[in-house]
């Protein structure tokens, strides 16, 4: 690849992922507070959509340069063979050099972004002193593995995909595809990657915002994805009996603290023994799917309306209407 069309590479991939990063803020802001473990409202909701984009707008340009000039003399550097069945091998090796490259820029400004989006009360340098001072550099690069393997798989669907449509393309018109047109192809197979490697995205955020020293923080992938659907079962508890004055509707769990993944054992035995009395805060109870209640669920609940019941009868005998 000769020099000049390596910094057109550069220039070229430096601009578009600015531009693309930058339009498509406010969606990523919205993707981060959804897979945060706090949940979408306590991070933020739509509150403060643009917070952490100076970390995207100062780290998004070096890093789509790094990616796509590493894709491109990695790509002119393999063996062209005339086998079709090679061209997408190339694209998927090339790809694959780029990610690792351009990660090594990206996770930095990926963990304080992210850290930002969840908190959008503190500024981005706020968060980047208080990373530094407390984790170091190595806080910085906390999730560089597991943004990896995100990133890899994501490339070689997406890019082998979106040659493979732009081959097609041209085939189909007679003539190599316009700029809008490989746009086109670009959104199709970005879509389609980005929806086969989410949970490997849901794992990457809570790395990079689980706590300092949990086991999350760790950088284990597995691990994160295990903890994350514990979580999930443990909030699928669920009571279905009635508080005693009907003011809740049945199948709702009452919480009276926050799930967090670094405190399950006292989530659970907050939620164990289920009972039926009504939340501390109301503004925590949440609708869930209607289960089979437990069986000591039951009893308690039966437990709990027979003095109501054998009250009721006492009245009933002790009003004169009734006995005449």
């Excluded at 643009?50 to 890093?63: K, L």
């Excluded at 995909?161 to 085939?171: G, I, Q, Y």
């Excluded at 003539?175 to 086969?196: K, L, N, T």
Aim: hydrophobic residues 40%; aromatic residues 8%.
């Amino acid at each position: 690849m000769e020099p000049r069309e390596s910094w057109a590479a550069l220039a070229a991939g430096g601009v578009a992922g600015v531009c693309v990063d930058l339009i498509l803020f406010p969606l990523d802001t919205v993707k981060t507070r959804l897979q945060s473990p706090q949940g979408f409202w306590k991070a933020g909701g739509f509150r403060g959509i643009y917070a952490g984009v100076p970390s995207t707008a100062i780290g998004s340009f070096p890093n789509a340069a790094a990616f796509f000039i590493t894709y491109e003399n990695v790509k002119s550097v393999l063996p062209h063979g005339s086998a079709s069945y090679l061209t997408p091998v190339t694209h998927m090796v090339a790809a694959s050099f780029g990610e690792v490259v351009a990660c090594l820029i990206r996770v930095p400004s990926e963990v304080v972004k992210q850290r930002a989006q969840v908190s959008p009360s503190a500024s981005t340098f706020r968060i980047l002193s208080h990373t530094l001072y407390h984790e170091g550099i190595q806080g910085l690069y906390r999730g560089y593995k597991s943004t990896v393997l995100r990133e890899i798989p994501f490339s070689l669907v997406q890019f082998p995909l979106w040659e493979a449509l732009k081959d097609l393309w041209s085939w189909k018109q007679g003539h190599v595809v316009d700029s809008w047109q490989s746009a086109v192809c670009g959104a199709f197979a970005g879509g389609f990657a980005a929806a086969v490697t989410t949970p490997l995205d849901v794992a990457k955020t809570r790395i990079m915002l689980a706590k300092a020293g949990s086991a999350t923080a760790s950088g284990n992938v597995l691990a994160a994805s295990r903890r994350h659907l514990e979580d999930t079962r443990t909030v699928g508890l669920v009571c279905r009996c009635c508080p005693a004055d009907g003011s809740h509707q049945p199948g709702r769990v009452h919480l009276p603290g926050d799930l967090r993944e670094d405190a399950r054992a006292a989530a659970l035995t907050q939620l164990l023994p289920l009972s039926c009395e009504e939340p501390e805060e109301p503004g925590r109870e949440l609708s869930l799917p209607l289960l089979p209640p437990p069986r000591h669920a039951r009893s308690s609940c039966r437990a709990a309306r027979a003095p109501l019941s054998l009250l009721e009868k006492s009245k009933s005998s002790n009003n004169p209407i009734s006995q005449t």
